[in-house]
T-cell receptor, first 116, second 116 residues
């Protein structure tokens, strides 16, 4: 079955440590997204990528970095510069990259990141 | 600024009762509209979407939503709630009126509890 796989499901970070969250999709989707979810705040966009080797900052990119070396993979690194990284992180993908594309986003099951 | 408002943070209904979850948006024109559902610790699942045409849209799991342009609303409804409907529900606005790069703007969510 096609879908989006996020790993690990739970992740713990020590002070001053960078950690990387994995997101892989086999839907052959062009666009991929990373969201952060905090209680009572809905989802906020961290980074997005519309094609391989290209990505753009979202609303809360500070302290995060991404890469898009392959179409199916969009890993997110939470750096030590992100002072409040505890949250639920969701990866999404979407078919089509045009501004007027009406394809919905499909989501993975998320990674919960906590500070030790 | 563009925004999505879900006025109810928590709603509790009895099993078998009808349900309406409210969503209002602030935009200059008609956006693409979505409802997603999230079970605890899981990703988001698309319930339904509205792009144009018939203002009453049917979704999965017996849900429907009605777009009302005059009220800038896209309320989600279900005639008879099942215990398995207990989850968090997110309204979202999508391209082309969400910032020019296909991001979704989410409401803060409504958490639904179902009493037996």
């Amino acid at each position: 079955d096609g879908g989006i796989t996020q790993s690990p499901k739970y992740l713990f970070r020590k002070e001053g440590q960078n950690v990387t969250l994995s997101c892989e999709q086999n839907l052959n989707h062009d666009a991929m997204y990373w969201y952060r979810q905090d209680p009572g705040q809905g989802l906020r966009l961290i980074y997005y990528s519309q094609i391989v080797n290209d990505f753009q900052k979202g609303d809360i990119a500070e302290g995060y970095s991404v890469s898009r070396e392959k179409k199916e993979s969009f890993p997110l690194t939470v750096t030590s510069a992100q002072k409040n990284p505890t949250a639920f992180y969701l990866c999404a993908s979407r078919n089509g990259t045009g501004v007027r594309s009406n394809q919905p986003q499909h989501f993975g099951d998320g990674t919960r990141l906590s500070i030790l | 600024a563009q925004s999505v408002t879900q006025p109810d943070i928590h709603i509790t209904v009895s099993e078998g009762a009808s349900l309406e979850l409210r969503c209002n948006y602030s935009y200059g024109a008609t956006p693409y509209l979505f409802w997603y559902v999230q079970s605890p610790g899981q990703g988001l699942q698309l319930l339904l979407k509205y792009f144009s045409g018939d203002t009453l849209v049917q979704g999965i799991k017996g849900f429907e939503a009605e777009f009302k342009r005059s009220q800038s609303s896209f309320n989600l409804r279900k005639p008879s709630v099942h215990w398995s409907d207990a989850a968090e529900y997110f309204c979202a606005v999508g391209p082309p009126f969400s910032g020019g790069y296909n991001k979704l703007i989410f409401g803060a969510g409504t958490r639904l509890a179902v009493h037996p």
